[in-house]
């Protein structure tokens, strides 16, 4: 039969066949985790829910939150959600395993949660700056080099 293996998913799709893998839900990305994954997804997306209003959708294999930009992200693994969450400045905290800068005035934060007790101050802290972040006008350091 012919076909082709779809290079993102590497799902067999036959010829003729429609296929878009990048198109998923909330559920799909999340149906499979253990119940303290779950309790722990659940609490997370309360809290940014909480924040006010919001998008939240999901693309490929991340669940996005975002306001005018994306602020914050998980990626459902096996073990542990990923979070990448998106601020101004660099944090130093135990909970923070990687840093990347996103762009010239942003920095992702890469954390890993596993339980649900996790997802508490400070964790919920950086998570409302970054919503307020991601609806403010120019950040101050793109306005200092304005004038």
Do not use: N
């Not at 119940?35 to 997306?45: F, K, M, Q, V, Y």
């Not at 990923?82 to 101004?88: A, I, K």
């Amino acid at each position: 039969m012919a076909g082709h293996t779809c290079y993102h998913c590497k799902q067999w799709v036959a010829e003729g066949e429609e296929h878009d893998c990048w198109t998923t839900t909330e559920a799909a990305l999340t149906q499979g985790l253990s119940e303290d994954l779950r309790e722990a997804w659940e609490r997370l997306r309360e809290t940014a829910v909480s924040f006010g209003d919001q998008r939240i959708y999901a693309s490929h294999k991340s669940i996005m939150f975002s306001r005018k930009s994306c602020y914050f992200f998980v990626r459902p693994k096996r073990s542990f959600l990923e979070l990448v969450v998106f601020l101004e400045r660099t944090l130093k905290a135990p909970q923070v395993r990687r840093t990347d800068a996103a762009s010239k005035t942003k920095i992702a934060h890469c954390i890993h949660i596993r339980h649900r007790d996790e997802v508490e101050a400070p964790m919920t802290d950086w998570l409302r700056e970054a919503y307020e972040l991601s609806d403010a006008p120019a950040s101050r350091a793109s306005s200092k080099k304005a004038k």
